[in-house]
Nanobody, 121 residues
Framework: QVQLVESGGGLVQAGGSLRLSCAASGSIFSINTMGWYRQAPGKQRELVAAITRSGNTDYSDSVKGRFTISRDNAKNTVYLQMSKLKPEDTAVYCC???????????????WGQGTQVTVSS
């Protein structure tokens, strides 16, 4: 059984920084794209950043220049370094991974349980 476990959320003042981590564990053959999504109260879930296995990245326009996504393939872990945080960054941040449990399996999406990030003004 595959699990994605996030850590690193919390309360921070505007202008501050936080680093989120998400570790995938279980029966994993390979991981393709990993990413971070967020959902604020009353809003739809949105992609924050994503990174391919080879390191290509994609960012939401709202976080470009402030957030950095990275991953450690050996540890099946993805990180999100968040800087210059704004109150509008407040949301539940969820980790996503497109992975294969076995060489015969097709890739499938897996999600973490989410971690709360609150930015005070």
């Amino acid at each position: 059984q595959v699990q994605l476990v996030e850590s690193g959320g919390g309360l921070v003042q505007a202008g501050g920084s936080l680093r989120l981590s998400c570790a995938a564990s279980g029966s994993i053959f390979s991981i393709n794209t990993m990413g971070w999504y967020r959902q604020a109260p009353g809003k739809q879930r949105e992609l924050v950043a994503a990174i391919t296995r080879s390191g290509n990245t994609d960012y939401s326009d709202s976080v470009k220049g402030r957030f950095t996504i990275s991953r450690d393939n050996a540890k099946n872990t993805v990180y999100l370094q968040m800087s210059k945080l704004k109150p509008e960054d407040t949301a539940v941040y969820c980790c996503n991974a497109e992975l294969r449990e076995g060489w015969i399996n097709l890739p499938a999406d897996y999600w973490g349980q989410g971690t709360q990030v609150t930015v005070s003004s």
